[in-house]
C-alpha cells in the first residue's frame, strides 16, 4: 500500500472511474444472485468475485444487461447486494448546481453552500427487476457544509449483516435500517473541515456486533465502533491524522482481531475489543 494512492489527485482519478465500477458489480451479482456483495469491494473487500463462465466479457448501454434505472441525484457511493435486494445511496437537490467535472482537478473545494433543499436519500431495489421496493430520507435541507465539485454528498458505500443496513453520509450521521427499510437508529455526526474541501468517502464495515467507521479530517479525527442493535458507542479513539479517504480494513490474523487504517505517513491498527 503506498501512501500516494489516498492523497487528494488520486482520489479525484478514482471516484471519476466508479461509475463504471458499479455496472460491473451489478452484473456480476445479477449472475451470481447466491452470493452476496454486503459493503464496500464485497465481502473480503478484494473487489472480485469468483470466475463464472456466464460472465460476459463486452457489455454496453444495452447488451448484457439484466436492467437498467435512473438513479435521482449524485453519489460516488457503491451499491451492495443481499439476497433479493440491491442497496444505494444518493443525495438530491431541488435546485440545480455545479456538476462534477470530468478529468483531474486539483483545485481547492467552494467556500459557498450550495443552493437548493438536498435530500440524503437510501434506496432499495429488486435484484430481479431493479424495481425500487422502497426509499428512506435520512435528512432534507439546507446543506450546512459545501461540497467540493469533484465529490457528492453520498460517497459512503453502506454496509449490511443481513439483518440491519449501516447508512454513512460523511459529515452527517450514521443511520441504521432493517433491510425493509425502517428506521432503527442514528448516530449524528458534527462536520469538520476536510483537505481543500475534499469531503468524506471512508466507508462503514460491520463485523458481528459492531459497525466500524472512520472520520479523518483537519480539525478532529477519530475511529469509533457502535452497537450494531442500539447504536450506543463501543468505544471511540482520536486520531491525530488529517483527512483521508480510504475504508477501514478487518485483518483477521492468527494473533488477533484488527482495524487496519490509513494515515498520511503510516498505516494504523486498533484493536477491535
Known amino acids: 500500500l503506498k501512501s500516494d494512492l489516498i492523497q487528494p489527485n488520486s482520489i479525484s482519478m478514482i471516484r471519476s472511474i466508479l461509475p463504471l465500477a458499479v455496472l460491473c458489480i451489478l452484473f456480476a451479482q445479477s449472475t451470481q444472485s447466491a452470493d452476496n456483495w454486503p459493503r464496500f469491494r464485497g465481502s473480503t473487500a478484494m473487489g472480485v468475485v469468483d470466475n463464472d463462465q456466464r460472465l460476459p466479457s463486452t457489455w454496453s448501454q444495452?447488451?448484457?444487461?439484466?436492467?437498467?434505472?435512473?438513479?435521482?441525484?449524485?453519489?460516488?457511493?457503491?451499491?451492495?447486494?443481499?439476497?433479493?435486494?440491491?442497496?444505494?445511496?444518493?443525495?438530491?437537490?431541488?435546485?440545480?448546481?455545479?456538476?462534477?467535472?470530468?478529468?483531474?482537478y486539483l483545485g481547492r473545494g467552494r467556500e459557498e453552500l450550495p443552493e437548493g433543499i438536498h435530500e440524503w436519500i437510501t434506496i432499495c431495489l429488486d435484484l430481479k427487476t431493479g424495481k425500487q421496493i422502497w426509499q428512506k430520507s435520512a435528512h432534507q435541507g439546507q446543506p450546512s457544509f459545501p461540497r467540493h465539485p469533484k465529490s457528492t454528498y453520498a460517497s459512503e458505500t453502506p454496509t449490511t449483516d443481513g439483518e440491519r443496513l449501516y447508512v454513512l453520509?460523511?459529515?452527517?450521521?450514521?443511520?441504521?435500517?432493517?433491510?425493509?427499510?425502517?428506521?432503527?437508529?442514528?448516530?449524528?455526526i458534527k462536520a469538520r473541515k476536510s483537505f481543500y474541501g475534499y469531503?468524506?468517502?471512508?466507508?462503514?464495515i460491520?463485523?458481528?456486533?459492531q459497525v466500524i467507521m472512520i472520520?479523518?479530517?483537519?480539525?478532529?479525527?477519530?475511529?469509533?465502533?457502535?452497537?450494531?442493535?442500539?447504536?450506543?458507542?463501543r468505544w471511540k479513539t482520536a486520531?491525530?491524522?488529517?483527512?483521508?479517504?480510504?475504508?477501514?480494513?478487518?485483518?483477521?490474523?492468527?494473533?488477533?482481531?484488527?482495524?487496519?487504517?490509513?494515515?498520511?505517513?503510516?498505516?494504523?491498527?486498533?484493536?477491535?475489543?
Open 215 to 233: 472520520y479523518d479530517n483537519m480539525e478532529d479525527s477519530y475511529i469509533a465502533a457502535y452497537d450494531t442493535k442500539t447504536g450506543q458507542e
Open 206 to 209: 460491520v463485523h458481528e456486533d
Open 169 to 188: 453520509f460523511g459529515d452527517l450521521g450514521l443511520y441504521c435500517y432493517d433491510l425493509d427499510g425502517n428506521d432503527l437508529w442514528n448516530v449524528p
Open 62 to 104: 444495452t447488451e448484457n444487461v439484466a436492467w437498467k434505472v435512473d438513479v435521482p441525484g449524485w453519489a460516488w457511493s457503491n451499491p451492495i447486494v443481499w439476497g433479493d435486494k440491491v442497496f444505494l445511496t444518493t443525495v438530491t437537490s431541488s435546485k440545480d448546481n455545479e456538476a462534477p467535472k470530468a478529468g483531474l
Open 239 to 273: 486520531r491525530d491524522e488529517k483527512s483521508t479517504w480510504a475504508t477501514p480494513f478487518l485483518w483477521e490474523n492468527r494473533f488477533r482481531n484488527e482495524i487496519v487504517t490509513p494515515g498520511k505517513n503510516k498505516i494504523r491498527s486498533y484493536d477491535l475489543k
Open 199 to 204: 469531503g468524506t468517502a471512508a466507508s462503514p
